[in-house]
């Protein structure tokens, strides 16, 4: 029979990705662990040190946790298959992207 330990114990993830690599790690924690939690408990800190769990933003499965839809990282009480995913800052602001792309697209047509 199984210890009431083991009983109070969920499985969840961790994601993390880099253009050169990405990392899942999967891992027990006990019920009631943090977003946040899980990510410092995970050890993806040791193979990504650039991380910082203060400031980059996280979700589960897409959805931010940013306090407006969904309790923050260090609030969020996962459950069991939730997917953490710290989110890497973006490089360029998505509007001047598109207009990049848009200036790109109109020079190509005049050669």
């Not at 662990?33 to 899980?38: D, M």
Request: no cysteine; hydrophobic share 35%; net charge neutral.
């Amino acid at each position: 029979m199984p210890s009431d330990h083991a009983i109070n114990r969920i499985t969840v993830e961790v994601a993390y990705a880099t253009p050169e690599k990405q990392r899942i790690i999967s891992l027990q924690v006990e019920q009631g662990t943090t977003a946040k939690a899980a990510v410092l408990q995970s050890g993806i800190l040791d193979e990504f040190p650039e991380i910082n769990v203060e400031q980059q933003p996280m979700g589960i499965f897409s959805k931010p946790l940013n306090g407006k839809g969904r309790a923050l990282p260090d609030a969020y009480i996962l459950e069991a298959g939730d997917r953490v995913e710290i989110y890497r800052p973006l490089q360029i602001d998505p509007k001047q992207a598109r207009l990049e792309r848009a200036k790109d697209k109109a020079s190509a047509k005049q050669k």
